[in-house]
């Protein structure tokens, strides 16, 4: 098993930046690809960005691509999500994920997840 809690979700105008973070507990964190997912009301949970177990490879949504960055401290047990350039379209419930299947751009890639924390950036 493997615990994840989610922080750094709120409210910020369009243009603006926010930081998520994800503490992990449990299984060893560093095993484990650790993804970024969100869901606005009424759609399907999308992918956004991912990162290898060690690092060294990240993976973006065109969406995000170039305004969003994905990192990891394997040390602290955290995965972060440095979103920037912000618009009203990356309004959604953002969660984390960690897994060891696929190529990590699935919801079936991932083993487990967190329970999200809200963004909401206003026009």
């Known amino acids: 098993q493997v615990q994840l809690v989610e922080s750094g979700g709120g409210l910020v105008q369009a243009g603006g930046s926010l930081r998520l973070s994800c503490a992990a507990s449990?299984?060893?964190?560093?095993?484990?690809?650790m993804g970024w997912f969100r869901q606005a009301p009424g759609k399907e949970r999308e992918f956004v960005a991912a990162?290898?177990?060690?690092?060294?490879?990240?993976y973006y949504a065109d969406s995000v691509k170039g305004r969003f960055t994905i990192s990891r401290d394997n040390a602290k047990n955290t995965v972060s999500l440095q979103m920037n350039s912000l618009k009203p379209e990356d309004t959604a419930v953002y969660l984390c994920?960690?897994?060891?299947?696929?190529?990590?751009?699935?919801?079936?890639?991932?083993?487990?997840w967190g329970q999200g924390t809200q963004v909401t950036v206003s026009s």
């Open positions: 449990g299984r060893s964190f560093s095993n484990y690809r």
């Open positions: 994920a960690a897994g060891d299947r696929g190529r990590g751009y699935s919801i079936y890639d991932y083993r487990w």
């Open positions: 990162i290898s177990w060690s690092g060294d490879s990240t």
